[in-house]
């Protein structure tokens, strides 16, 4: 398989950072900015996913082991870890495994270590339902979301992921059909090889369902030096609601402050 594709920016100890589900790495693009100061921010396109090769298995830990054989071919050896949603299960099978040797400290936004209902299935029925070779504009793929997905914020986020390749047809930046094939992998808990010793930060939105009080039990099997940060006013996307707050605090926490 090819590379997966990243972008390195700032000075520093190296912190990669894994975007969400249907993301790319441009998730980021304002924290990094903002962090880059004092960091080494290594923004990843997850496998399937913005201009990283898409695989034939796109379940979580075979996500893990493909970021993972993409750090040994950048040659990164010590590292700090964040991951958002999907990057942060992503983020958790690798600090779960064995090969993660190199890992200092850990981010996880807005989501815990356990299974979670399919409530995406009905944005992939959508997004698998708009013919791509007929589409002439992106208001028509608009307007095939809207009846499904009803919050334009989240239509705009998808529609992000939409572009028109040179045969002048529509392509998605992501790798729907093999995303919603391993949907059900993706929705359930990470597998984790070992239990994870180096300090490992949640970030939970205050306005978000997806970390809740009933996680901590979870957490504590799982990690041996969890901590929680609230950044109240935020939903499940933290770093684009509030992202000065949301660099404040992982600056602190990368450089232990």
Known sequence: MSRLHSQQSGNGPILVMLHGLFGDLDNFRSVALHM????????????????????????????????LDELAALGIRQYHL????????????????????GLQRLCIVDIAPKQYPPHHQEIFDALLSIQLDVLEDRRQ??????????DAGVRAFLLKGLYQHESKRFRWRFD??????????????PKMQQRVDVPTLFIKGGNSDYLTANDEAGIKHHFSDPSLKIIVGAGHWPHAEKPA??????TDFFHDR
Do not use: W
């Open 245 to 250: 707050q949301f660099s404040r605090i992982c």
């Open 82 to 101: 964040l991951g958002h949603s999907l990057g942060g299960k992503v983020a958790m099978a690798i600090a779960g495994n064995p090969r993660a040797k």
């Open 176 to 189: 729907v059909k093999q995303l919603a094939a391993d949907y059900p992998n993706i929705s359930r808990p």
């Open 36 to 67: 880059e100061r004092g960091l080494s921010i290594v923004r990843m396109d997850l496998p399937g996913h913005g201009k990283s090769p898409s695989n034939e298995s796109l379940t979580l830990e075979n996500m893990a082991e493909l970021v």
């Open 141 to 150: 793929a608009d307007a095939q979301l809207k009846s499904a997905v009803t």
